[in-house]
């Protein structure tokens, strides 16, 4: 299946969700590409996995934002294949920087530069240290196994939809139990 037959699958599986995120970001090595960009050359031409493209055009499509989140120690080199590969465009965020943080500081400037809250965001990646370390900010993150798949992808969007629902659920209780609790507050002040 091409990019665009992909592309209308995850369309159509977006479908399914009443509540998509306001963005989704997206590691570089093994979760959208098949390599670690430092053990590769500036002058090779690089390949995305499969359904990689057409699940980022969807986004796009959809009007879902899409950003990076690498820890590679060679950005130039990312940037690079990012370039040839002709997606630089797609990303509202590219926060590809070596850090020892598991990408709490990437989620963090891509924080500072969308407004978009946490639990509004979706993060595939393969090394569950760095989803582990971004869920505890708030972040739905799913782990990849050997890239970025169209399974991956309707996980994700399951659990982001169920995250954002319970914590929906759980305001309202708060809600509800504060108009309780002033409520019998205001009654015995009288």
């Known amino acids: 299946m091409g990019d665009e037959g992909v592309k209308n699958e995850a369309i159509e599986i977006m479908g399914l969700f009443q509540l998509l995120p ?30 990689a493209k057409g699940i980022v055009l969807a986004l796009k499509d959809k009007g879902v934002d899409v950003a990076i989140a690498s820890r590679s120690p060679t950005p130039d080199i990312a940037n690079t294949f990012i370039e040839k590969l002709g997606i630089k465009s797609f990303f509202v965020a590219q926060e590809i920087f070596s850090s020892w943080n598991h990408k709490t500081d990437h989620f963090r400037k891509i924080n500072q530069k969308t407004g978009i809250p946490y639990n509004e965001m ?50 309202q209780r708060w809600q509800n139990f504060s108009k309780k609790s002033n409520s019998s507050t205001d009654a015995g002040d009288k």
């Open 22 to 51: 306001r963005i989704v970001v997206f590691d570089l090595d093994y979760t959208l590409w098949p390599f670690y960009c430092e053990c590769r050359s500036k002058r090779e031409m690089p390949f995305l996995y499969p359904h």
């Open 122 to 171: 979706l993060f595939f990646d393969d090394e569950d240290r760095n989803t582990n370390a971004v869920s505890k900010m708030g972040v739905t993150s799913i782990l990849v196994d050997d890239g970025l798949t169209l399974g991956d992808f309707r996980k994700g969007l399951s659990d982001f939809s169920h995250n954002r629902s319970t914590l929906d659920r759980n305001k």
